[in-house]
């Protein structure tokens, strides 16, 4: 079993930035998918970034929305990955989720991830 739990959030005035981090716990992969998904209350959930890793690779992929504006980054030491978001808008505010999965493709799609954090708001104010 894996556990994620995540930290960070809170509020912040539109152009700002907030940092969120997700660390792992339990059983270690040589290769998985990190990924960040948020929600928005009676929207469907929407993939922001992921992370592939393995022993001879590392991708990042972005969603469209967010790319130029958030970096995901991993520090393997502390088995953490983070999502740095600048030049917030409002319409970023939403619940946050970190994921995780085995290595593979079709990483946007949610139902594809085994376990997820606890998820952590995030609201910007306009």
């Known amino acids: 079993q894996v556990q994620l739990v995540q930290s960070g959030g809170g509020l912040v005035q539109a152009g700002g930035s907030l940092r969120l981090s997700c660390a792992a716990s339990?059983?270690?992969?040589?290769?998985?998918?990190m990924g960040w998904f948020r929600q928005v209350p009676g929207k469907e959930r929407e993939f922001v970034a992921a992370?592939?890793?393995?022993?001879?690779?590392?991708?990042?992929d972005y969603a469209d929305s967010v790319k130029g504006r958030f970096t995901m980054a991993r520090d393997n030491a502390k088995n953490t990955v983070y999502l740095q978001m600048n030049s917030l808008k409002p319409e970023d505010t939403a619940v946050y989720y970190c994921?995780?999965?085995?290595?593979?493709?079709?990483?946007?799609?949610?139902?594809?991830?085994?376990?997820w954090g606890q998820g952590t708001q995030v609201t910007v104010s306009s």
């Open positions: 994921a995780g999965r085995n290595y593979g493709l079709n990483v946007a799609d949610g139902k594809s991830y085994d376990y």
């Open positions: 339990g059983r270690t992969f040589s290769s998985y998918v």
């Open positions: 992370l592939r890793w393995s022993m001879t690779t590392s991708t990042i």
